[in-house]
């Protein structure tokens, strides 16, 4: 039952039904591997959404509650996020929205598709919006810069292609995965937080490093040391991940 209302919270706070609607009436009119591509990439997300639901929000779900809860604040991310995504990820976003159209996606379909695994970052973002007292373009804004800064989107991507010969190897690392979801998080209200007395958003990140930033530099020269090594493997994952939720406390 809990499954199911996350299920039913998650499609309707981001109104998942328009974009199935706008997919379904391309039938017969683009590729099928390029809707079911398109499927696959909502259904991804509509995973992670639910089990954000189902362990991350504390209490008992109430699917009302829920949707009038997150729904707007997706909105309101939708709305903005080109102005808050920045570095690699404004390019893939760029890139993925350009490989949609020439596939044969109408434009705002294109774009919207492109969103959603950004999209995906929305709970956490209104969550914390709402901890910090802070207005979701700045939190987002933090959020994303953040994960340029510390590449936490490469490392997640490196996690994902960890050797799993079990279920015990899968658990791990999907909660490795989640655990740097987590520090992401964390790490966003530290900055905010800290933050307070400075109106700025963009670059945000880049002015906390320069204000409290001993530790989070350390962090960046291990960040660069790992991209920069042949291979990646759970060690050096773990520390980093380790490292990351001591700079927020966590």
């Known amino acids: 039952a809990e499954i199911a209302r996350s299920f039913v919270i998650v499609c309707q706070s981001f109104e998942l039904e328009k974009l199935w609607h706008s997919l379904e009436k391309l039938d017969n009119k683009v590729p099928a591997d390029i809707l079911l591509k398109a499927h696959k990439t909502i259904r991804n997300m509509v995973q992670?959404?639910?089990a954000w639901f189902l362990t991350r929000l504390g209490k008992d779900l109430d699917i009302a509650r829920e949707i009038m809860k997150f729904k707007e604040g997706?909105?309101?991310?939708?709305?903005?996020?080109?102005?808050?995504?920045?570095?690699?990820?404004?390019?893939t976003l760029a890139r993925l929205e350009k490989e949609n159209l020439k596939k044969g996606l109408p434009d705002k379909l294109a774009h919207d598709i492109a969103l959603v695994p950004i999209l995906g970052?929305?709970?956490?973002?209104?969550?914390?919006?709402?901890?910090?007292?802070?207005?979701?373009e700045r939190t987002a804004t933090a959020y994303f810069e953040l994960g340029d800064c510390f590449h936490l989107e490469w490392l997640r991507d490196q996690t994902k292609t960890l050797p799993s010969e079990d279920r015990w190897s899968d658990e791990a690392v999907n909660g490795l995965i989640d655990q740097l979801y987590t520090c992401q998080a964390g790490l966003t209200i530290r900055i905010l937080n800290d933050m307070k007395h400075t109106k700025k958003n963009v670059g945000i990140v880049k002015a906390w490093i320069k204000e409290h930033g001993h530790q989070a530099k350390q962090i960046q020269n291990l960040m660069t040391d790992i991209r920069r090594a042949p291979g990646v493997d759970f060690p050096m994952i773990i520390l980093a991940e380790q490292r990351l939720r001591a700079l927020y406390g966590g």
């Open 121 to 136: 970052a929305g709970c956490d973002i209104i969550r914390i919006s709402q901890e910090s007292d802070s207005e979701i």
């Open 48 to 50: 992670r959404e639910c």
């Open 74 to 91: 997706i909105k309101h991310l939708r709305a903005c996020a080109d102005k808050v995504v920045s570095g690699p990820l404004k390019t």
